[in-house]
Nanobody, 115 residues
Framework: VQLQAFGGGLVQPGGSLRLSCSASGSLFEINDVGWYRQVPGKQRELVASITNGASTDYIDSVKGRFAISRDNAKKMAYLQMNSLKPEDTANYYC??????????WGKGTQVTVSS
């Protein structure tokens, strides 16, 4: 079952958004999860990841601005995005890390940062 991302929208530069990712089944608690983003014409990139032990990692461009978290009891992952910039505009996805090289992706949620 695919992970589903939601919570995107239009926000002004400097604003904040919190994305949510919902899962079902028994895989969530034992797997690492990533937040990814993609803009048209470019490859999807991993933005942030969290292990099943809650260790986190970020790409340099979002360090200090984004925070990934998870709630295993609710089978949810989150991406808190602060100090948003126009270059953060993309379709954001969540997925299990072990699926990131497959074609098994949910729809994603669009984030647009614009004044």
């Amino acid at each position: 079952v695919q992970l589903q991302a939601f919570g995107g929208g239009l926000v002004q530069p400097g604003g904040s958004l919190r994305l949510s990712c919902s899962a079902s089944g028994s895989l969530f608690e034992i797997n690492d999860v990533g937040w990814y983003r993609q803009v048209p014409g470019k490859q999807r990139e991993l933005v942030a990841s969290i292990t099943n032990g809650a260790s986190t990692d970020y790409i340099d461009s979002v360090k200090g601005r984004f925070a990934i978290s998870r709630d295993n009891a609710k089978k949810m992952a989150y991406l808190q995005m602060n100090s948003l910039k126009p270059e953060d505009t993309a379709n954001y996805y969540c997925n299990y890390r072990f699926r990131e090289t497959t074609n098994d992706w949910g729809k994603g949620t669009q984030v647009t940062v614009s004044s």
